[in-house]
């Protein structure tokens, strides 16, 4: 799969450490999401509300290693004077209750979209697995109830089982279950989540370290 690079500088610097893997595994995943999305989105015409951004409102990412390392990555490359202050622990938005990169003030809402975590990425879109490993979906709760309605059946927020799905939509939602354990499998030593702000000021100070032991300054 061809995939467009964010981070591609930052790759280029960590070149043949083991973080250079672990990012890169990363943004094969983080395009796997984004393929199966982009065909979820056009078969079953099933999208957010342009500019709805709610679910980000109250709610701050735990994030694995790996996901920070990326957002890390991405932050150093693509807005590296906001990297420098998290790395101090100094966040854009730290009166948020909720992810302190939540732009209230912008109709796009995420101020490191390319960099987000993988529930920023499922958020609207995914299935989960049941106990029995079938799929289930449930439209998302803030998904307005008057465009539910009107959708050909009308849906609520109930949960859908996999046969409803397909009888509804024509075709299944990527499954968070499924990347999160691949997920998981790109960093088993490193398992353990934590919070956003808790993690990123740490996973922005490694990797500067590594890419200037790597470059000799
Ligand atoms: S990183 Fe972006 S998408 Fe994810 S919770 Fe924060 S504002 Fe929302």
């Known amino acids: 799969m061809e995939i467009d690079s964010d981070i591609s500088d930052i790759l280029t610097k960590l070149s043949g450490t083991r973080e250079e893997e672990i990012l890169r595994a990363m943004m094969t995943l983080y395009a796997q999401i984004a393929q199966k999305q982009a065909v979820w989105y056009e078969k079953s015409g099933f999208t957010c509300p342009r500019g709805c951004g709610e679910c980000c409102r109250n709610f701050e990412p735990d994030l694995l290693e790996c996901e920070a390392d990326y957002m890390a990555a991405w932050?150093?490359?693509?807005?590296?004077?906001?990297?420098?202050?998290?790395?101090?622990?100094?966040?854009?938005?730290?009166?948020?209750?909720?992810?302190?990169?939540?732009?209230?003030?912008?109709?796009?809402?995420?101020?490191?979209?390319?960099?987000?975590?993988?529930?920023?990425?499922?958020?609207?879109?995914?299935?989960?697995?049941?106990?029995?490993?079938?799929?289930?979906?449930?439209?998302?709760?803030?998904?307005?109830?008057?465009?539910?309605?009107?959708?050909?059946?009308?849906?609520?927020?109930?949960?859908?089982?996999?046969?409803?799905?397909?009888?509804?939509?024509?075709?299944?939602?990527?499954?968070?279950?499924d990347t999160m354990e691949k997920a998981i499998s790109i960093n088993p030593d490193n398992i353990e989540t934590k919070m956003l702000r808790e993690i990123l000021p740490k996973s922005i100070q490694r990797i500067r370290w590594i890419c200037s032991m790597a470059s000799g300054n």
């Open 75 to 177: 932050l150093l490359e693509n807005k590296a004077d906001v990297a420098e202050k998290v790395s101090d622990g100094e966040f854009p938005f730290p009166e948020n209750k909720g992810c302190p990169f939540w732009n209230e003030n912008d109709d796009n809402h995420c101020s490191i979209y390319g960099g987000r975590a993988f529930v920023c990425r499922f958020f609207g879109a995914y299935g989960a697995k049941s106990k029995t490993g079938e799929l289930i979906f449930k439209p998302c709760k803030f998904y307005p109830a008057e465009i539910l309605s009107s959708h050909k059946p009308p849906l609520s927020h109930r949960q859908y089982s996999e046969g409803e799905v397909r009888k509804i939509f024509g075709i299944l939602p990527p499954i968070s279950t």
